[in-house]
């Protein structure tokens, strides 16, 4: 399921990821049936309010079903428009690794 969102993108052309790294529960990798909870401009402008309680309730309306643990440790990594990467879980603490912009191939 991919519901619409818009991405929060920075004037010098930084994308916005939300991620957990705070053990306990991923936010995106135990919920990446919704690919908005890494991207969400409005996700992410709660976030750099630090308005918890408002990046709940943008959570449950967009993506109902969504387990919204680790939003307590929500951070944004900055990373260059069009770069590949994926976000790994262990234990509920996420990390992002940097893939890069170049095309790959995938079996």
């Given at each position: 399921m991919n519901n619409?969102?818009?991405?929060y993108i920075r004037e010098?052309?930084?994308?916005a990821v939300l991620y957990s790294p705070g053990f306990g529960a991923g936010w995106y990798s135990w919920n990446t049936q919704y690919?908005?909870?890494?991207?969400d401009a409005d996700l992410v402008r709660a976030v750099l309010a630090d308005d918890l309680d408002e990046v709940v309730?943008?959570?449950?309306?967009?993506?109902?079903g969504a387990y919204l643990g680790g939003a307590e440790d929500l951070q944004i990594a900055w990373m260059?428009?069009?770069?590949?990467?994926?976000i790994d879980e262990y234990d509920g603490n996420e990390s992002i690794h940097v893939?890069?912009?170049r095309s790959y191939l995938i079996a």
């Open positions: 619409k969102y818009e991405k010098d052309g930084k994308v690919e908005g909870l890494a991207f309730r943008i959570a449950k309306d967009r993506y109902p260059n428009n069009g770069d590949c990467f994926e893939i890069g912009s």
